[in-house]
């Protein structure tokens, strides 16, 4: 199953579990940990966010899709 959540609530998971969360460049997150609670504790809270959209944004001639709103990345790109 494919989750894509906000950063913040990334940030939220990972800070009240200690599961690390990543999201590839295709926007599939990964939740690592060796604790099966905690895990499993991630697991819920991604479920429970109910997000299911994160918008991928590419922009031409920049190095890698933009994933989510990242406004620093966006202006970068975009030479803002």
């Not at 620093?72 to 030479?79: H, I, R, S």
């Amino acid at each position: 199953m494919i989750f894509t959540i906000k950063i913040k609530n990334i940030r939220k998971i990972e800070e009240e579990t200690g599961v690390s969360v990543e999201i590839d460049d295709d926007g599939i997150l990964t939740l690592g940990s060796t604790e099966e609670d905690s895990l499993a504790a991630a697991k819920e809270m991604v479920e429970k966010s109910g997000q299911r959209g994160v918008p991928v944004i590419l922009v031409e001639g920049h190095k890698k899709p933009i994933i989510g709103f990242d406004r620093d990345e966006l202006e970068e790109a975009l030479g803002l």
